[in-house]
């Protein structure tokens, strides 16, 4: 594997591709063993064309993810972390969802701590997600409140057409892609086979949320809901107010105006934010109680 800050494109094992089926694209700033363990859990197909981008200046993995998509040559694309890997189903998945038509195809996960390898919190939400019976509500969850890049099989010509990518914020690029994919899509899949595994460890970008990073999670959140609104969707991502209301309980009032006017900066008018304000502490009671069901506060953080 090469270490160069530019990208490692490898078609398939011949050199060629039969179609280019599938484009694995993985952001990779880090240590190299762990984007050495992703890079073997992918299976060694001719229809498959890995894509690693290095972001060795720090653009982020928006950007990344951006330049992946740009060397992309397949039908359908799919996101890895480089601290995450795939479980041996993967192929047999891939095998699965090539009769598919779907814009986007969702797959399942589970989560390792990667310092012990005991399970982790970080997938219980896409878990719940894929134990629903009601099709319906899973459907609708997994278009607006799956936000992750990983687990999704996306179709390259959707994403062109609608000029879908990522936002190359510091924090949370994701979260704008997936709600357009979960927009736009005409029609979904769910397949629930765990066949990709989520590493949870201190260094993960995800937990380094301080300062200006904060307000990156405000912004990125506030462009989200504001998305869902403009389309008529009656999805609300009550995240948006966490660093906010976080703030504001410590008495940090600088810290809460500045989340205040990131919203407002974004289009929010003063009733609709105070509407959402009063409405937080129910938001996040729900959210603590989900939490418990699921047994997430029980679990190594």
Excluded at 193 to 215: F, I, P, Q, W
Aim: net charge positive; with cysteine; hydrophobic share 35%.
């Amino acid at each position: 594997m090469p270490t160069s800050d530019k990208s490692y494109i490898n078609l398939s094992p011949s050199g060629e591709t039969e179609g280019g089926f599938f484009s694995i694209i993985i952001p990779h700033k880090g240590p190299q063993w762990q984007l050495d363990r992703c890079v073997a859990s992918i299976p060694k197909r001719d229809d498959l064309q890995t894509i690693v981008i290095y972001d060795d200046e720090g653009h982020g993995a928006g950007w990344a993810r951006n330049q992946g998509l740009n060397k992309a040559e397949g039908q359908y694309v799919i996101f890895a972390d480089s601290d995450d890997y795939f479980h041996p189903c993967f192929n047999e998945f891939l095998d699965k969802i090539k009769k598919e038509t779907a814009d986007v195809i969702y797959f399942n996960a589970d989560s390792v701590e990667m310092e012990s390898g005991k399970p982790s919190w970080r997938t219980n939400h896409l878990n719940r997600i894929m134990r629903s019976t009601d099709s319906v509500w899973q459907e609708r969850h997994l278009r607006y409140h799956f936000t992750e890049p990983w687990c999704k099989a996306v179709r390259m010509s959707f994403i062109k057409e609608h000029g879908i990518r990522f936002n190359e914020s510091r924090i949370l690029n994701d979260i704008y892609f997936s709600t357009q994919v979960g927009i736009f899509a005409k029609s979904v899949k769910a397949y629930t086979e765990k066949c990709y595994c989520v590493c949870n460890h201190a260094g993960s970008t995800a937990k380094r949320k301080t300062g200006d990073r904060l307000l990156d999670y405000t912004r990125e959140t506030a462009k989200a809901n504001r998305l869902l609104a403009e389309h008529n969707i009656k999805r609300y991502h009550s995240r948006m107010l966490r660093p906010m209301m976080s703030s504001l309980v410590r008495l940090r009032f600088s810290s809460t105006y500045k989340h205040w006017k990131v919203m407002r900066d974004c289009g929010y008018s003063i009733p609709t934010l105070l509407y959402y304000i009063a409405r937080y502490p129910r938001d996040f009671m729900k959210l603590v109680i989900r939490k418990i069901q699921a047994g997430e506060f029980t679990q190594t953080k």
